[in-house]
């Protein structure tokens, strides 16, 4: 039985994780962090309302006793200059692993990062290089087990629609052709994400980098 903190379920991907963990035999509890309550009641569920992601070091206390963090919070590039993104990608981030670490290194780190992703962290696209220093810093912090997840295409399932108005439109005009691209070995699903993420609990032999595919093969 596992105890999990889960970040950005509010989010397309963060809600599927959500949903796998609270139908998963596996997981005992589920610590939900967010600036608003989720409005969502479950036995498992525990809630921690933090209204500045830099400060998770100011609540340590409510952080222990967990088994793995599934960070799944995001946010779009989109008109966002590289400053204000690397606050709310690596910043956030960096507060959450170094608190996690300091109470818990034998904790299991899974980070939804994106296809794409640059190690390098000097190539062209923004995004990509905040991304990369984002999985450098958690790969090198010291945890037992992190796992960046790059998933690429991702369909929605069991009722979850993402706050991105153009990507629910997409969705929407693909739905009817959801069960024939749900076959391609390249596209996920946030119900697959979800239970990769709980099964790499168990053990992994994909690397510590997960595309599209390992993702369903874990899934």
Known sequence: MKKVIITGSTGMVGKGVLYECMEH??????????????????????????????????????????????????????????????????????SL??????????MTFNYVSGAGTDSSEKGRVMWARVKGKTENYLLNKGFKHAYMFRPGFIIP???IKSRTGWLNTLYTILKPFHSVI?????????????????????????????????INSLA
């Not at 967010?34 to 500045?52: A, C, F, I, M, W």
């Not at 692993?97 to 034998?106: G, K, Q, R, S, V």
């Not at 070995?185 to 946030?190: N, R």
């Not at 993420?197 to 595309?211: R, T």
């Open 182 to 214: 749900k076959k391609s070995k390249s596209v996920t699903s946030t119900t697959k994400i979800g239970l990769a993420m709980i099964n790499i609990l168990n053990g992994n032999d994909e690397g510590n980098y997960l595309s599209n595919v390992d």
């Open 97 to 106: 692993a170094d608190t996690l670490f300091e109470i818990n290194p034998n």
């Open 25 to 94: 035999p596996e997981i005992e509890k589920i610590l939900l962090v967010n600036r608003s309550t989720l409005g969502v009641q479950h036995p498992k569920l525990e809630e921690l309302l933090l209204k500045d992601f830099t400060q998770f070091s100011k609540v340590p206390e409510q952080l222990k006793g967990y088994d793995a963090c599934f960070h799944c919070m995001g946010v779009s590039a989109v008109g966002m200059d590289e400053a204000n993104y690397s606050k709310l990608t690596f910043d956030i981030t960096k």
């Open 157 to 159: 399932e069991k009722g």
